[in-house]
């Protein structure tokens, strides 16, 4: 976010709850497909596996943007 005053900041953080709530939406949907996947399914390991991969990327992801800005 730049740091202006806050009537230049409003669209920064317009922009910002755009992506937060297009992001989280795409993530409910990608969990409600997963579960329909697995539903027919004769296991459950598959849509589990594939979310612990989502999640490892998504940790190192945010890891490695931290280990860049110490640097």
Do not use: E, H, K
């Amino acid at each position: 976010m730049p740091q202006t005053g806050l009537a230049a900041t409003m669209p920064w953080i317009a922009g910002f709850s755009l992506l937060v709530v297009v992001g989280g939406s795409l993530w409910i949907g990608a969990g409600a497909m997963l579960v329909q996947l697995s539903r027919g399914a004769r296991t459950s390991l598959l849509p589990r596996r594939i979310a612990a991969v989502c999640l490892a990327v998504f940790s190192f992801g945010i890891a490695g943007s931290a280990l860049a800005a110490m640097v």
